[in-house]
């Protein structure tokens, strides 16, 4: 069965610190794609980013960076100099190679940045 | 282009009574996914339109829950006799054609069952 986990659950860190999101998925289909959302206080989500599981790049966009490891079956994302704006909630989530294109979403991670 | 957009923003009913939230997705997307957002966890997949056929209901979406697409534009999403364990945060998202494109979200309902 598809699974996202997301085992960090809140993280805080201060102004200008690099802060790691950790994803790790599980799923039987050899082709599948993964997504990273942000849901700022507001409470829209907004779309990051999505990789095809045979793009195993590194891809940086900013201070926004991201890495696929599918060996280890994990999709972790990196904000660098982190800013107060970036406080969130962020999401990663998986779909599997079917017609529906539903999205597995994990649990979340809370990312607190103080002043 | 607007964005996603949902209707109301908030409701707080009764349980029993019925209510309906609307969609309307990005103009050229094909796509119409709804998702169900309750406190602290990440969004759950209800159902998913391709144009106004729905094609896939969760197990999640019971009896009382209904989704509409006609004309393939708006979607309006209905439940029937409220209970208070439907009080969610009700997300619509809509997406070009393909299965792998990236799903764009409205701000999402928000529903209260006293």
Redesign the interface.
């Known amino acids: 069965a598809q699974k ?1 986990t997301q085992a960090q659950t809140e993280i805080s860190v201060v102004e200008k610190e690099d802060v790691t999101l950790d994803c790790v998925y599980e799923t039987r289909d050899t082709t599948y ?1 993964l ?1 990273w ?1 942000k849901q700022p206080p ?6 990051l980013i ?1 990789r ?1 599981s045979f793009d195993e790049q590194n891809e940086i966009s900013g201070r926004y960076s991201w890495n696929f490891q599918k060996s280890t079956s994990s999709f972790n994302f990196t904000i660098t100099a982190s800013q107060v704006v970036d406080s969130a909630v962020y ?1 990663c ?1 998986l ?1 599997e ?12 991670t809370t990312l607190q940045v103080k002043p | 282009d607007t964005g996603v957009s949902q209707n109301p923003r908030h409701k707080i009913t009764k349980r029993g009574q019925n209510v309906t939230f609307r969609c309307d997705p990005i103009s050229e997307h094909n796509r119409l996914y709804w998702y169900r957002q309750t406190l602290g966890q990440g969004p759950e997949f209800l159902t998913y339109f391709q144009n106004e056929a729905q094609l896939e209901k969760s197990r999640l979406l019971s009896d009382r829950f209904s989704a509409e697409r006609p004309k393939g534009s708006f979607s309006t999403l209905e439940i029937q006799r409220t209970e208070q364990g439907d009080s969610a945060m009700y997300l619509c998202a809509s997406s070009l054609s393909w299965s792998s494109d990236e799903q764009y979200f409205g701000p999402g309902t928000r529903l209260t069952v006293t």
Do not use: C, D, M, P
């Open positions: 996202v794609y997504f959302y507001s409470g829209e989500l907004v779309f999505r095809n999401f989530a779909s190679n079917s017609n529906t294109g539903k999205l597995i979403f994990g649990q979340g």
